[in-house]
């Protein structure tokens, strides 16, 4: 089954630059999603097609690709960004969704 | 504004069928999209279980597709899940999505997310 990889943790001090990477193999034919989760919330979409930010979400969060790698980059990170990100995104044919396992932030 | 709102028991036997339904409101799900159900159990990802769409077709994952069964009532507006067999593997937090699929586009992901449910299964 296609599966999408994530770092378990990230820590970075407020104000400085988190980057959370994902990879799978299907990445540079499909789009990815990222989904910011708060502890006992639903997750929230942040990134959606790689790099576009939905309204209502600040400018310091963008998303990047590289080849089978893509990057969510939270600059000038802030203490109400520590939360868990899963990244998202489908397998080749677009028939099955698939999700990272997840990285949990951590603002030091 | 879409909201999604999942329910059903909180707690199932093993072997039972676990039984959820997701009322949608602010939105009609016969005017398009899909509906997806993802589950998240306890300190753990995320995972997808299946989509629907308005029509009845459906989408799921390989892993649980011999256990799940995803319908759609258009009369009440609502999208249900059935999972059988269950085992304390199938305990999760279980959400419903909108899921706004467009294969022409390549795009597929879940823009408005439900609180979700907890759901146990313990004798």
């Known amino acids: 089954s296609y599966e999408l990889t994530q770092p378990p943790s990230v820590s970075v001090s407020p104000g400085q630059t988190a980057r959370i990477t994902c990879s799978g193999d299907?990445?540079?034919?499909?789009?990815t999603y990222w989904y910011q989760q708060q502890p006992g919330q639903a997750p929230v979409l942040v990134i959606y097609?790689?790099?576009e930010r939905p309204s209502g979400i600040p400018e310091r969060f963008s998303g990047s690709r590289s080849g089978t790698t893509v990057t969510l980059t939270i600059s000038g990170v802030q203490a109400e960004d520590e939360a868990d990100y899963h990244c998202?995104?489908?397998?080749?044919?677009?028939?099955?969704?698939?999700f990272g396992g997840g990285t949990k932030l951590t603002v030091l | 504004q879409v909201q999604l709102q999942a329910s059903g028991p909180g707690l199932v036997r093993p072997s039972e069928t676990l039984s959820l339904t997701c009322a949608v409101s602010?939105?009609?799900?016969?005017?398009?999209?899909?509906w997806g159900w993802i589950r998240q159990p306890p300190g753990k990802g995320l995972e997808w279980i299946g989509s629907?769409?308005?029509?009845?077709?459906?989408y799921q994952n390989p892993s649980l597709k011999s256990r799940v069964t995803i319908s759609i009532d258009t009369s009440k507006n609502q999208i249900s899940l059935k999972l059988n067999s269950v085992t304390a593997a199938d305990t999760a937090v279980y959400y419903c999505?909108?899921?706004?699929?467009?294969?022409?586009?390549?795009?597929?992901?879940?823009?408005?997310w439900g609180q979700g449910t907890l759901v146990t299964v313990s004798s």
């Open positions: 999505a909108r899921d706004p699929t467009n294969h022409d586009y390549g795009v597929y992901y879940f823009n408005y």
């Open positions: 602010g939105y009609s799900v016969t005017s398009g999209y899909y």
């Open positions: 629907i769409y308005h029509s009845g077709s459906t």
């Open positions: 299907a990445l540079p034919k499909q789009y």
């Open positions: 097609k790689d790099s």
């Open positions: 998202q995104s489908a397998d080749r044919s677009g028939t099955y969704r698939v």
